[in-house]
């Protein structure tokens, strides 16, 4: 039995990695990739001790200082199930794996939210897609659709003017996100922007080829032809896995106090996956190294 099992290698889920090493608990870290949504990020000015680091180079950062301790990790594999067992928890992985410890630090993040509309699952990865910094210079040149109003959709938009040939921006309600970048984008020569519209359908057979919107007001339908879809509508927590355990708030965050206790005892959550607000880099780093400390102080108790 491990004395800790970390879920997640993101910020969060690395920062209590080196935590942990550095107690000396013996610890597993379970993660479907190395580095979370900070991968999907052009760069990061905001992440102290660095004025500019791209998103992958800083975690790969972390994953090297995270090698340098004595821990084990298992990686390409989520877990699917977690359970308390008799003196602590036990976790499957989707490759049948099984593992027990005494203490648990869940720290699975958000993935993007979908529109659940026709033609969104058929044609993911031919024309729709839900990254605009990973996969926007495949659709340079041509005439795109980019669904949202927040920061993800206007810096998806900001991104795209400038290699795009036309640029829609399709959003359910008024644009959301900061000042600054609504100023950035609008007045882009190739940007057409509809608010308060609703995406009824993205059409296509092999792969995209134009979207359906309709005016909320008036009700009125339009068709343009494009070739790639941007779905930047925000994230939703990864914690389906945890549900059976602890109840999640009615954004379906893993709620926590501020030593990052989830009110069942050995079991910690921290980043992106909690009710803590402000889902930063630094933030979730933040919170890793706490629920680490935390979880070292709980394993003390124990013996
Ligand atoms: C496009 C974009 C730009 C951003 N830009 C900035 C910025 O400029 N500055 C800033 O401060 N913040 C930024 N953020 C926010 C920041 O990236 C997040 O706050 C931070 O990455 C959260 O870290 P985390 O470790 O909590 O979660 P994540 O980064 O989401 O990591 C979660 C980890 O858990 C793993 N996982 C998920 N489910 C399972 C499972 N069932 N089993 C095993 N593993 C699982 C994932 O593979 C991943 O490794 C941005 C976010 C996005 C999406």
């Not at 897609?129 to 949202?148: H, N, Q, R, S, W």
């Not at 036309?166 to 190739?190: C, E, F, R």
């Not at 919107?213 to 925000?234: A, C, T, Y």
Request: aromatic share 6%; charged share 25%.
């Amino acid at each position: 039995m491990y004395e800790l099992i970390i879920i997640g290698a993101g910020l969060a889920g690395m920062t209590a990695a080196v935590y942990a090493a550095r107690k000396k608990l013996n610890t597993l870290l379970i993660s479907y990739d190395v580095g979370g949504q900070v991968l999907t990020t052009a760069g990061i000015e905001n992440y102290m001790g660095y004025q500019f680091i791209e998103g992958s180079e800083l975690m790969h950062k972390f994953e090297e200082q995270v090698k340098q301790f004595s821990l084990d990790m298992r990686t390409g594999q989520g877990v699917s199930s977690l359970s308390q067992i008799d003196g602590g928890f036990e976790v499957s992985t989707e490759k049948g794996e099984t593992y027990q410890a005494k203490a648990v630090i869940f720290a699975t993040g958000k993935r993007p939210r979908q529109l659940n509309i026709l033609g969104e699952k058929k044609l993911l990865g031919r024309g729709v897609t839900y990254c605009a910094i990973c996969d926007g210079p495949l659709f340079a040149g041509e005439k795109v659709a980019v669904i949202g109003g927040g920061n993800s959709a206007l810096e998806a938009a900001d991104d795209m003017i400038k290699i795009a040939e036309h640029v829609y921006l399709v959003s359910l309600t008024p644009l959301t996100g900061d000042q600054i970048l609504i100023d950035k984008v609008t007045n882009a020569s190739n940007l057409s922007i509809f608010l308060e519209h609703q995406v009824l359908e993205i059409k296509g057979e092999d792969r995209v080829e134009g979207i359906k919107i309709r005016d909320l007001k008036s009700k009125q339908e339009r068709e343009f032809n494009i070739g790639g879809v941007f779905i930047e509508i925000g994230l939703i927590p990864n914690s389906e896995v945890i549900k059976e355990v602890v109840t999640l708030n009615r954004l379906r965050e893993v709620e926590v106090n501020c030593a990052n206790e989830t009110g069942v005892l050995g079991l910690f959550a921290a980043g992106d996956v909690t009710n803590v607000p402000e889902k930063q880099v630094v933030v979730a780093a933040g919170e890793g190294a706490k629920a680490a400390l935390q979880a070292h102080r709980y394993l003390q108790r124990l013996k």
